[in-house]
């Protein structure tokens, strides 16, 4: 017991020193998808996408962190930085406890706690407000309760129930392994599906439905919506498409990283012992069902692997228990090395560097929104004239500030040669601004312009009434949209003298330093 109770502790830390240890922006869902759409219920105002008017997202993630917004509200807390952070804290719990049940459903291995200690993908995901954190975590401990011997129990169904309801894909690897279960139960099958099955299925079901309809201000059954829009319509094909194949060559690659080794390790020894290694072979026809499965779907993300990353984890962390006992334990401790040393150097570059000029920006826009008022004391009205949706909004604002972003809706309505407002933009920055932007009086302009760098000299004219006031690292890597920093650009009135202080770069805890720069 002891052990446990310290095995539950180590996960704890090492998912809440996550919270502060990730300081990048992944995708938008983590926080458009849920800290968004809570900020919306809890406070009254923020912008809902159109996810969630045409109603195919559940609102029970979104409705979890609402109330925790309510709770700091009703204590005068409601400050941004716990906004931000107790959410990603309650997700870590979470996740922490899907760890801790992750290491008892690998009969308390060693190798099961350290492969799931240091997956680079896992340590990166498992603080994130995202519903695929929360799909995983679901997944983790339904599995961890899901019959594999000869018991009857059907407790895992609760999870996997709440799990689909909230991320329909969810029911994917569970489709072979509910075909397991029933194949093996002692019971008739029909027994089996209406009693515990359809029971289960009733209860979530009906709280979910209910919460959705309710928070929706009509019926919703968000699964169905799901399934019509990004299946029947095709419309998850407007965010990208990628060959079939590319799960299998780099999809699961990159999410695994170094720990493709021992895995392929793993499937091999399991497709050559198949009645030996029964649970693994299990496991490995759910991997392979789940990857063929979204194979055959156009648009194809890392993130929405991420619920069968736990299993192909167990595959190897099995086989590496099994390969060390027979392993020098020189052999074993250089495998652990590599291992750790091969996720570090992604997960920290991934997690501290790559993409958070994204997010260092809100906290001056925070500032800005609370304090700033222009020459005609009117206050701060913002616009991000970047690919929609690529910092936070209100969440991280905490103001009900003016703000306005690059919209980029899917052709739900079936336009010929349809282009959201970001394509428009960028393909005549200039010409999209003369056409929405009002010139006349000054005033109307926005007072800032949150853009990368590298837009700049597309579109220098406009940006001839401003200057840059801070600027923010973002990427070593830039493409024709994402430039290296995110840069705040402040309205001024060309006709007065200017008073700016130079753009503030980055800070130094180097007094000298500081002073020489300033020189």
């Known amino acids: 017991m002891l052990l446990l109770n310290k095995v539950l502790l180590f996960f704890v830390a090492l998912r809440v020193a996550s919270v502060f240890l990730v300081r990048t922006w992944y995708v938008p869902d983590e926080y458009w998808q849920s800290l968004e759409v809570a900020h919306r219920l809890a406070f ?46 309650l997700q870590a719990l979470l996740s922490a406890y899907s760890d801790y049940r992750f ?12 492969v799931l200690a240091t997956s680079w993908f896992w340590f990166y995901t498992a603080s994130r407000t995202l519903s695929n954190t929360l799909e995983t975590s679901l997944t983790v401990i339904a599995l961890s309760y899901f019959p594999w011997g000869a018991s009857e129990c059907t407790k895992f169904l609760l999870p996997v ?39 289960y299925g009733l209860i979530v079901g ?46 699961l690659p990159t999410v695994l990283g170094v720990g493709t080794l021992p895995f392929l390790f793993a499937a091999v020894e399991t497709i050559r012992n198949r009645q030996t290694f029964k649970e693994r072979s299990i496991l490995l026809t759910v991997i392979t069902f789940t990857l ?12 929405f692997i991420l619920q069968i990353l736990p299993l192909c984890l167990y595959v190897s962390a099995d086989y590496l228990s ?7 334990g020189k052999l074993v401790w250089l495998t652990a090395i590599g291992l750790l040393v091969g996720n570090v150097l992604p997960a920290g570059y991934l997690s501290w560097v790559h993409q958070r000029g994204t997010l260092d920006v809100m906290s001056s826009l925070q500032s800005i929104s609370r304090t700033y008022r222009d020459e005609f004391d009117q206050p701060a009205k913002l616009i991000f004239l970047m690919p929609c949706h690529s910092t936070p909004y209100h969440s991280h604002v905490h103001h009900n500030t003016t703000m306005r972003f690059l919209r980029c809706e899917p052709n739900l309505n079936g336009v010929e040669n349809y282009s959201d407002e970001a394509d428009t933009f960028y393909s005549d920055p200039m010409g999209w601004i003369r056409k929405n932007l009002p010139v006349h009086p000054r005033s ?10 590298s837009l700049e000299p597309r579109i220098k004219d406009f940006l001839s009434v401003y200057r840059p006031k801070e600027s923010f690292f973002h990427s070593d890597y830039t493409t024709d949209r994402i430039g290296g920093n995110v840069v705040i650009y402040e309205r001024f009135d060309p006709t007065k003298p200017s ?19 300033e020189a």
């Open 44 to 89: 009254g105002y923020g912008h809902l996408t159109w996810e969630w008017t045409e109603g195919i997202r559940s609102y029970v993630y979104p409705s979890l962190i609402a109330g925790l917004y309510k709770l700091l509200a009703l204590v005068n807390l409601d400050c941004v930085e716990l906004l931000v952070l107790l959410p990603r804290i």
């Open 103 to 114: 290491y008892l459903w690998s009969n308390k291995s060693k190798w099961s706690a350290f």
């Open 161 to 199: 129930a709440l799990s689909v309801f909230i991320r329909p894909t969810s029911a994917i690897p569970w489709v072979p392994l509910c075909l397991y279960h029933l194949k093996k139960s002692t019971h008739p099958i029909w027994e089996v599906l209406l009693k515990r099955y359809l029971l």
């Open 206 to 251: 009906t709280a979910t439905v209910g919460l959705d309809s309710f928070l929706h201000g009509s019926l919703l059954v968000s699964p169905y919506e799901f399934l019509r829009y990004n299946v029947l319509k095709g419309v998850g094909s407007f965010y990208g498409e990628h060959p079939w194949y590319w799960y299998a060559n780099v999809g």
């Open 292 to 303: 063929v499965i979204y194979s055959l779907l156009p648009h194809k993300e890392f993130r």
């Open 322 to 328: 099994r390969w060390s006992r027979k392993a020098s």
């Open 444 to 453: 109307a302009l926005p007072s800032h312009v949150i853009a990368f760098d």
């Open 499 to 517: 008073t700016e202080v130079p753009i503030a770069q980055e800070t130094t805890d180097n007094p000298a330093e500081e002073e020489a720069g």
